[in-house]
């Protein structure tokens, strides 16, 4: 099921006009793999995004709105510009690449107390699990400290965004989370 017949489906009658999503991790993640699969673009090889990757889908009275921004460590500086309106956020780790796991963390915690990002739902993609020497959900829950998380919804989903498996299942998550409130 792609995200448009997800919204179609109307599973999701209470959605704001147009609540925004952010897609953050570090550079390689598959970030903009994640995005192109979800608005049902081609999937392949893409490039590095060097500032923001915005996309809209509209569907059923729905606008949503997804952000991706580029993870390289000089980029993510201005990625708190982006933090105004924010109903949840993504966070994509590359699953594959246990050596920047601890760069990972540290990115995500500063996400984490972020004054504007408080209190919105987070999903945490670990992408790239079709590779077999990944880190599992539970490795990357113990290496983020996603136990230690209060006061707002997490939730973490195991995918691969260049095959597509399990990005519904995160993105239908996602959505209930942001037709709660």
């Known amino acids: 099921m792609t ?67 580029g993870g390289q460590k000089a980029i993510r500086e201005y990625w708190e510009y982006y933090y105004d309106n924010v109903d949840a956020l993504i966070y994509v780790i590359d699953a594959n690449d246990e050596g920047r796991i601890e760069e990972c963390n540290d990115s995500f915690q500063k996400l984490l107390i972020e004054e504007k990002l408080k209190n919105i739902p987070v999903l945490v993609y670990a992408n790239k699990a079709d590779l077999q020497t990944c880190l599992d959900p539970q490795q990357i829950t113990e290496k983020l400290k996603l136990d230690d998380i209060k006061g707002r919804d997490w939730s973490i989903y195991s995918c691969s965004a260049l095959k597509g498996t399990n990005v519904k299942d995160g993105i239908k998550w996602i959505f209930e989370r942001i037709a709660e409130k």
């Not at 704001?16 to 392949?44: H, Y």
């Open 3 to 69: 995200l448009v017949e997800l919204l179609k489906s109307k599973a999701f009658p209470k959605l704001k006009q147009e609540p925004n999503i952010l897609i953050l991790g570090l550079d390689n993640a598959g970030k903009t793999t994640l995005l192109n699969r979800l608005t049902n673009e081609k999937v392949g090889k893409e490039t590095p995004t060097q500032g923001v990757n915005g996309k809209s889908i509209q569907c059923c009275g729905i606008k949503l709105n997804m952000y991706d921004l």
